[in-house]
């Protein structure tokens, strides 16, 4: 099966940066758009971030400028660099790409496991 396995979360102070990764493995023929989106208890779960297979990167207004969304194609991975982050950063990050596994099947939304960001005063 698909799998999408997250690293780099964790506790730092406003004005601090982290780097989160995401990496899919399995047997894949194609992976189309990857994104990162962030839920904190009793909300609903939103977009931070996502980008096209070619490249082409998109971003909540609430992240522009802070944060940058990249993907390494050969490495079947996408990662979200955090700068300047605030106290309102803090939530659970989850990874998402949506990949193809043979020619004869349809594309499937696959998740990651999620990783906690807590961001101090």
């Known amino acids: 099966q698909v799998q999408l396995v997250e690293s780099g979360g964790g506790l730092v102070q406003a004005g601090g940066s982290l780097r989160l990764s995401c990496a899919a493995s399995g047997s894949i023929l194609s992976i189309n758009d990857m994104g990162w989106y962030r839920q904190t208890p009793g909300k609903q779960r939103e977009l931070v971030a996502s980008?096209?297979?070619?490249?082409?990167?998109n971003y909540a207004d609430s992240v522009k400028g802070r944060f940058t969304i990249s993907r390494d194609n050969a490495k079947n991975t996408v990662y979200l660099q955090m700068d300047s982050l605030k106290p309102e950063d803090t939530a659970v990050y989850y990874c998402n790409a949506l990949i193809q596994r043979t020619a004869w099947s349809r594309s499937v939304s696959y998740w990651g496991q999620g990783t906690q960001v807590t961001v101090s005063s």
């Open positions: 980008i096209t297979n070619a490249g082409s990167p």
